[in-house]
C-alpha cells in the first residue's frame, strides 16, 4: 500500500526548518484553502532561503504541488521578496508546470517572513489573537521544509543535513550544508574560522536569534550563525540585563507611542500596545483599563519596537517577562479577538529591511553567502533528542551499534508531539544519554 504524504514526512523526522521545529507531519495533516511556502527570509544576513529557491526550484515546487494536493487547498503560493532576483528568475520559468502553484512578491520590509504577517500579505486574511495559520484556512511552510517533503515522498529521504548561513567576522560569508549534530565551532571552521579574538556567536537572524556557545551544536532548526565581536551593540542588547533594561525604561521612556506604531501583531489589529505594558517600570501599571499583563502574550518577539525606540529601550523584553511571570502564575493566553480589519496605514509602517541593518550596525557584514560544498568528513556528531516543538524522542540504539547514515536512531515518544532523529554520519554509537546520541565514525 502506497504511503501517504503525512506518513513519508512523519518517517523521515521533517520539523520547521526556520522557526521553532514544529513537527510537519502534524501541520500537513489537516485540511487548508491555501499553502504558502515563506521565501521571505526577513532577517538580516541570512541566505539559505533565497539561494535555495534558486538552484532547486523544480524540487521546491513540487513539493508544494503535493503538500496542496494533500491538504486538498485551492492554490499554494511561493512568497518571497522581489529583490531575490534569481529566485524569481528560477521560479518563474517553471511554475507553469505546477498548475496550483504561484508566486506572490513581499516588499523588502521586516518581519515579512513572520508567519501571521505573510499570511496577510497574501491572503489578506488576519490569523486570530494567540490562533494559527490553520485558524484561517491556510498552512504556511519553511522554503527548506518543503526541499526535505520533497526528498521524503520522493527518495524516502530522511533529515540528516542542515543548510545555515556562517557570517559576520569570519574569514568567508558562506552558506552550507552541514550534518546534523556536528558543533557550532566546526561550522564556523568551514568559514575559515573567526576574524575576531574576543567573539559572540548568534544563533539565527540578528532580530530573533539567540547566543549559543561554540560547543553546542547545530540542530534541524539552525538557520544561520552570525559571528560578531564581543562588544558589538546588537551583542549588548541581547545580553543586557532585566534589572537595566527597568531602570532605563523608568527613567528614559519618553511614552510617546513609537514602538506600537511599527509592531508588527499590532498593525494586524491584535490587542498589543507596547508603548503601554512600558510604562509598569515607571508607574506600576499600563494606566489604561483596556489593557493588561495577559496582552503581552500576543508579542512575536520579532524586537523591531527596540529599533523604533529614539531611546533604544526594549519592550519586547518587558513582554517577555510578563510571559514567563504569567506562565509560572498558572495563567495561559486566552485573547482570541479576530481583528475585521488591519491598521489603518498599515502599508506605510512597514519598517524597511536596509534601514533595520543600519540600526544594527550590520551593514558591514551585508554581503553574499554563496553556498559551497564542502568536503570534510565529520568524524563525531551529538545528536539531540530535542530538536522541534513537543518530546524528546526516543532512542532506539544502544552504545556499541553500528549505523548507517539515515538509519533511525530516536523515534517519536508514544503519543507524544515529535519528530523522529535519523543518523547524520555512519559510524558507531558511542554514548546514549537522556539528551541525545553520539556517533563516532
Known amino acids: 500500500m502506497e504511503k501517504s504524504l503525512t506518513t513519508l514526512v512523519e518517517e523521515a523526522g521533517i520539523v520547521g ?3 521553532a521545529g514544529f513537527p510537519s507531519h502534524v501541520k500537513y495533516n489537516a485540511k487548508a484553502e491555501y499553502v504558502i511556502i515563506n521565501g521571505a527570509e526577513c532577517e538580516p544576513l541570512l541566505r539559505v532561503d533565497q539561494q535555495l529557491m534558486a538552484s532547486e526550484a523544480d524540487k521546491i515546487l513540487q513539493a508544494l504541488q503535493l503538500i496542496v494536493e494533500h491538504v486538498g487547498a485551492k492554490a499554494g503560493y511561493i ?3 522581489r529583490k531575490y532576483h534569481r529566485a524569481e528568475e528560477a521560479l518563474s520559468e517553471r511554475i507553469s508546470s505546477y498548475p496550483s502553484c504561484k508566486i506572490h512578491f513581499l516588499d523588502n520590509f521586516y518581519p515579512a517572513g513572520d508567519e501571521q504577517v505573510i499570511v496577510y500579505e497574501v491572503t ?15 498552512i504556511v511552510t519553511n522554503v527548506e521544509t518543503a526541499l526535505n517533503v520533497y526528498e521524503a515522498y520522493t527518495n524516502q529521504k530522511p533529515v540528516t543535513e542542515k543548510y545555515l548561513t556562517v557570517t559576520g567576522e569570519v574569514a568567508s560569508q558562506i552558506t552550507v550544508k552541514v550534518p546534523l549534530g556536528i558543533t557550532v565551532k566546526e561550522a564556523i571552521d568551514l568559514a575559515g574560522g573567526v576574524t575576531v579574538k574576543d567573539f559572540k556567536v548568534i544563533n539565527g537572524g540578528p532580530m530573533m536569534g539567540k547566543l ?11 538557520k544561520g550563525l552570525i559571528v560578531l565581536p564581543a562588544n558589538h551593540s546588537l551583542i549588548t542588547s541581547l545580553t543586557k540585563e532585566v534589572s537595566s533594561m527597568m531602570r ?10 513609537l514602538c506600537t506604531e511599527v509592531c508588527p501583531r499590532g498593525l494586524l489589529g491584535h490587542r498589543l500596545e507596547p508603548h503601554k505594558l512600558i510604562r509598569i517600570p515607571s508607574y506600576g501599571k499600563m494606566c489604561d483599563s483596556n489593557t493588561t499583563a495577559v496582552h ?14 529614539v531611546q533604544d529601550l526594549q519592550p519586547w523584553k518587558m513582554n517577555a517577562i510578563l510571559k514567563s511571570e504569567l506562565l509560572n502564575q498558572g495563567i495561559r493566553n486566552n485573547l482570541n479577538l479576530q481583528p475585521d480589519k488591519a491598521a489603518m496605514f498599515r502599508e506605510y509602517k512597514k519598517y524597511p529591511v536596509n534601514k533595520l541593518i543600519s540600526k544594527l550596525g550590520l551593514a558591514k557584514y551585508d554581503k553574499p553567502a554563496p553556498i559551497i560544498v564542502s568536503e570534510k568528513a565529520f568524524q563525531t556528531v551529538t545528536i539531540p533528542f530535542r530538536q522541534h516543538v513537543g518530546a524528546p524522542s526516543e532512542p532506539v540504539v544502544k ?26 554520519i555512519s559510524g558507531v ?13
Do not use: W
Request: glycine share 10%; net charge positive; charged share 20%.
Open 17 to 19: 526548518a526556520g522557526g
Open 79 to 81: 512568497a518571497l521578496k
Open 124 to 138: 489578506k486574511r488576519i490569523v486570530p489573537e494567540g490562533g494559527l495559520p490553520l485558524n484561517v484556512g491556510v
Open 212 to 222: 549559543i556557545s561554540v560547543d553546542e551544536v547545530i540542530t534541524k532548526t539552525v
Open 248 to 257: 532605563e525604561a523608568r527613567t528614559a521612556c519618553m511614552h510617546c507611542s
Open 296 to 309: 503581552a502574550f500576543l508579542c512575536c518577539g520579532c524586537r523591531l519596537c527596540e529599533y523604533a525606540c
Open 399 to 424: 552504545v556499541g551499534v553500528t549505523v548507517q547514515k539515515g538509519d533511525l536512531v530516536a523515534k517519536i515518544s508514544e503519543g507524544k508531539l515529535g519528530s523522529n532523529i535519523h543518523a547524520s
Open 429 to 441: 554509537v558511542t554514548a546514549v544519554t537522556n539528551e541525545n546520541i553520539r556517533i563516532q565514525m
